[in-house]
């Protein structure tokens, strides 16, 4: 089955990674989208608290924690109506996303939708369960398949594109009648800039009705907690269910410590906004940067990254930005339409952030 999946995407950056290294003021690291900001002390203080706890954790949980979830998508993106038992915390996204077709019993007679432009994980995850892959950024071009499962992805990782209410209502009301799981990748659903993203839960787009769709939601970005491997999934409760009870048997389990520092996270809005507020600065100046030295920033209206390109093929711009010492991520990682695009991640420090914008000066 590994024969089947592609090359690890990242391994191929090593030629120019060694020209981004070798400028004289250092590298500048906008490629892979990881927080490099102090987590905060609120959640530090909950996982230490919490270090001593010697038995196994639970696989749904703590109630708490279920609670908190429940709580937070409620307050921060105006989710209703989900019960705790519809929450069940991941050990980071994309452990999730990598294994959900597998945990769902999917295979070679199944089909699984993911955008033209995506995470490339949506498709490993399907070649792990044997499925078929189909991209598509719209119903209408399915025809009359009736997949397993589609996965989408408000805001988007890699353009930062916004789908809208109508869309995602569209979106799932085809599912519906064709009873095809809609699961929505909603990691960056608190980072909209020039639009507001909705959840694929929202009352608005599912008439308050979760059947057959799941959310996936990631701390690592809102909260910096990409090292402690924090997420959740929540929706449509026999689905969840039906996770929790593969889960308990293959052992996917939070730690007790990290589940006490998720509901830290979920329960205080103020370090989120902080550090939504130190994404939004970086954003405005390299925004500003890339385009004063010729880039097109395409979407970009929410999310972690710009999406910005030349005109060129994205291996040339790489080159051109390495030998600046900035590096980012090629377009193609993310599917054929990526190939002029080039991946610019806000995930620096505010110095070198500072440096790339006197460097594309």
């Known amino acids: 089955m590994s024969a089947a999946l592609p090359v690890f995407p990242w391994d191929t950056l090593a030629a120019v990674t060694a020209t981004a290294k070798s400028h004289p003021g250092g590298i500048v690291d906008l490629s892979v989208g990881t927080p490099v900001d102090e987590v905060a002390a609120v959640i530090r203080e909950a996982l230490a608290a919490a270090s001593s706890a010697s038995g196994y954790p639970t696989t749904a949980g703590t109630a708490a924690l279920r609670a908190s979830a429940v709580a937070a998508l409620n307050r921060r993106y105006g989710v209703t109506g989900l019960a705790e038992q519809a929450v069940l915390p991941v050990i980071g996204t994309k452990e999730l996303i990598a294994w959900l077709p597998t945990l769902l019993g999917l295979g070679a007679d199944d089909v699984v939708v993911v955008p033209e432009l995506a995470y490339p994980t949506y498709e490993v995850g399907a070649l792990l369960a044997g499925a078929r892959v189909l991209a598509a950024d719209s119903v209408t071009q399915l025809g009359p398949e009736s997949p397993a ?49 909705t959840s694929v839960l929202h009352a608005s787009v599912s008439d308050g009705d979760h059947t057959g769709l799941l959310a996936v939601h990631s701390l690592s970005k809102s909260s910096s907690l990409a090292g402690y491997r924090a997420g959740f999934v929540a929706g449509d409760p026999d689905v969840v269910a039906e996770l929790l009870a593969v889960r308990k048997h293959a052992g ?43 880039f097109t920033v395409d979407h970009s209206e929410a999310g972690l990254y710009l999406w910005a390109t030349r005109g060129e093929p994205c291996r040339t711009t790489l080159s051109w930005l390495a030998e600046r010492g900035i590096l980012v991520a090629p377009g193609e990682f993310y599917g054929p339409r990526g190939a002029q695009h080039v991946r610019v991640a806000l995930t620096a420090t505010d110095e070198r952030i500072a440096a790339a914008v006197e460097r594309l000066s």
């Open 149 to 197: 499962v589609v996965f989408i992805n408000s805001p988007s990782n890699p353009t930062g594109k916004v789908l809208g209410r109508d869309h995602l209502r569209k979106v799932v009301e085809w599912a519906r009648e064709r009873g095809t799981l809609v699961v929505s990748d909603e990691c960056y659903l608190g980072l909209g800039w020039e639009e507001v993203p």
């Open 252 to 294: 996917m389990m939070v730690p007790t410590p990290v589940q006490a520092a998720m509901l830290a996270a979920l329960d205080d809005d103020a370090h989120e906004q902080e550090q939504r507020q130190r994404y939004a600065r970086r954003r405005e100046v390299l925004l500003a940067a890339l385009r004063s030295a010729g």
